[in-house]
């Protein structure tokens, strides 16, 4: 690149936050804090000049002289740059959206705001019902409804999945409103196997649109339920339908609660990192978290914090120390009950598909195998592939340290 070189930016999103600029591109989610000067930059080449055209019009405009190449260098860093003279960047960073074929004008209802009265109209009916006949509420016993063990599991699990799946559809649907991609995968949150949606891309937008699509998948989850204590009004109990009434109800109120853990980056983790004005809450939460861990252990060093305002600083300590409590109960948890939960139901399930038994016993035994070691399989794959590159670096200069310590001795 030189000094008559021509840049072409990819499309980009921008919006005033406080006194800097958010900019960035939709489709990969990755969005930039700029000063004025910064955006200004970004004007410039937009509009075709030359990177030392830009500097020169820089310093007209504001007296301050600006290294634009080493500015398009950091672009590039980030992926905005889509060419320099011609010739393509390279990979531009797009990964394939979910359900390609669902575009913003089959969705655009979705922000309207009639929809959102409709579904707090529907929530306020199911809590007026819950209030007037409060032995409407389920007994968790329900979700033993079969004397097969296993009838009950994969009927809980078939449930679940199509909840959970309309759950993200509802933030694909209303990213999807808003010009978002968004991409629907599995992911994990320590020991729990999660689907979730990126919709990174929503960070371009206004306040309201973003609130819309962090809260549309408890907001449908709260519909459902809501619809479900209704119909549990007049459905007669005994049946079917007040069962399968009763397990949605149940599964969407553990959905809910689910997203209370912030700490886990749920969908209030967004919604309350917007309202704290902080741009990567849980980041800095781990940042400070060593901090801490630092000054404790004698090692120096500035505050992270150091760079926030008042009210920034104290939502990322508030945050921290949620992080810490919340990992470590999430963790005993898991190693107290969890793991031996698990444990006493395959323990048994191996030995009778081992030892042998009757048809259906070896039957029951298989499946709760099969969905066990599903389930967890998952886990660990999706595990793996976000934190699998950090380990393998760990790995290596663990590696290297012992070398070098046996060499040395």
Known sequence: ????????????????????????????GEFVAFPDIGKRVIELLAEGRPVD???ERLTAETGTDVDVADFVAALMGVGFVAEIDGRPTGDDG?????????????????????????????????????????????????????????????????ITWSLVMLHELAHLCTARAAGVPGRITLGSRLQFLVVQTDVSGVWGEEKHV?????????TLDAAIAAAGFVLLCVVPPGGGVHTALS????????????????????DLYFVAQDLAGCRNLYGDGVAYGRFLIGRLTGRGGVSPLARFSRRERSAVRLYTLLLVLGTAVCLAVAGTIVIP???????????????????PAVVD???VVAVLAGVQGLWVRTWWRRHGPKVRR????????????????
């Not at 089959?106 to 529907?122: D, E, N, Q």
């Not at 007037?132 to 009927?155: D, K, N, Y």
């Not at 973003?210 to 809260?215: A, G, K």
């Not at 939960?341 to 048809?359: C, E, R, S, V």
Request: include cysteine; glycine fraction near 8%.
């Open 53 to 55: 055209g830009v500097a």
């Open 341 to 359: 939960a698990l444990a006493a139901i395959a323990l048994p399930a191996f030995a009778t598909l081992l030892n042998g038994g009757d048809a």
């Open 94 to 158: 797009r990964e394939s959206p979910s359900l390609p074929w669902l575009k913003p004008r089959h969705v655009r209802w979705t922000l309207r705001p009639g929809v959102r009265a409709g579904l707090v109209a529907l929530i306020l009916c199911g809590l007026a019902a819950l209030a007037v006949r409060p032995e409407i509420m389920p007994s968790p016993s329900v979700m033993a409804w079969s004397r097969f063990g296993t009838v009950s599991l994969l009927t809980q699990i078939a």
């Open 247 to 266: 397990i949605v109800v149940l599964t969407q109120i553990d959905a809910m609660s689910f997203q209370l853990l912030i700490f886990m980056r749920t």
């Open 1 to 28: 690149m030189t000094g008559t070189s021509r840049v072409r930016l990819h499309p980009l999103r921008t919006r005033r936050d406080g006194s800097d600029w958010i900019v960035g591109r939709v489709e990969t």
């Open 365 to 367: 035994a298989a499946i």
């Open 210 to 218: 973003r609130m819309t699509v962090y809260l549309a998948g408890m």
């Open 394 to 409: 760990w790995s290596a200069s663990a590696a290297a340290l012992l070398s070098g310590a046996v060499r040395g001795g």
